[in-house]
């Protein structure tokens, strides 16, 4: 006797063939709906959904409902562009949610990267990333206090690096890493994707054309729908 395909895996096959014919950003069934389709409990249901997320292949908004996700963005390592830039060359909107921004004091890893004696005032500025209203990223940046002025520009709509060039600081030059995290309760909520779903982490301590570090900050991406392309070079072997 042949084994029976377990309910979730009938569900996301259903939904996968969704996605396949709809848009970016198009509503799929919720929970309750596919529960009543399917005659399955609701943690079947979710547990279809939560498999689709951890792929990139749609998105949760709490309050709103189920979307089929952007298809992944790639960005090159070798190249310093705002997140606005980023997605305008691949045709993509890009927006914030602006979460938290105000004048607060630094601590030891925002002031170290910043070069900043110890408890100096930061700029720090939360906001959720998004591209075709599709959430992308939690960012968390950090500026020294002289920059405040960006907190007059409206974050929602409009670039950073935009902001920084008119107070006369210009983003030139960053080093960064990138590593990889699982989504908090919050993170999972604001991105759309189950607890524990990967990110991708990056750093980046970025200098103005002064060489004086203007920016310090970390994004962390939903791994699905954000790629990183890196280009190498093999060196000569030496001697």
Same mark, same amino acid.
């Given at each position: ?11 996301? /096959?259903?939904?996968? &063939? ?6 970016? %950003?198009?509503?799929?069934? =919720? !929970? *309750? ?21 951890? $792929? ?7 309050? =709103?409902?189920?979307? +089929?996700? &952007?298809?992944?963005?790639? /960005? /090159?390592?070798?190249?310093? @562009?705002?997140?606005? $830039? ?13 979460? !938290? ?6 601590? %030891? ?6 070069? @900043?004696? #110890?408890? =100096? ?10 591209? !075709?209203?599709? #959430?992308?990223?939690?960012? &968390?940046?950090? @500026? ?8 007059? *520009? ?21 080093? %960064? ?8 309760? !919050? ?13 991708? +982490? ?5 200098? $103005? ?9 970390? =994004?962390?991406?939903?791994?699905? /729908? ?8 093999? &060196?000569? #072997?030496?001697?």
């Amino acid at each position: 006797m042949a084994a029976t395909t377990p309910a979730y895996q009938v569900i996301e /096959r259903e939904l996968r &063939q969704m996605i396949a014919e709809a848009k970016p %950003g198009d509503h799929l069934p =919720s !929970d *309750a709906e596919l529960c009543e389709r399917f005659g399955v409990s609701r943690m079947t249901a979710r547990q279809a959904v939560q498999r689709l997320a951890a $792929d990139g292949l749609l998105y949760r908004v709490s309050g =709103s409902g189920t979307f +089929v996700a &952007q298809v992944p963005v790639h /960005r /090159r390592m070798n190249t310093l @562009l705002s997140f606005t $830039d980023e997605m305008r060359r691949r045709g993509l909107t890009a927006s914030s949610v602006v979460l !938290d921004a105000r004048v607060r004091t630094g601590v %030891g890893n925002e002031v170290l990267a910043l070069r @900043l004696p #110890p408890r =100096s005032a930061v700029v720090a500025i939360r906001r959720l990333r998004l591209a !075709d209203n599709v #959430p992308m990223a939690v960012e &968390q940046v950090r @500026l020294p206090a002289v920059c405040a002025g960006v907190l007059t *520009a409206d974050l929602a709509s409009t670039s950073l690096f935009t902001a920084l060039e008119r107070i006369g600081r210009v983003p030139t030059l960053a080093y %960064g890493t990138l590593t990889a995290a699982a989504a908090d309760a !919050d993170e999972a909520d604001l991105l759309g994707v189950a607890v524990g779903a990967p990110l991708l +982490v990056e750093q980046r301590t970025i200098h $103005d054309q002064s060489e004086a570090p203007l920016e310090f900050t970390e =994004s962390r991406y939903v791994g699905g /729908r954000y790629l990183f392309d890196v280009e190498l070079l093999r &060196q000569p #072997p030496a001697g």
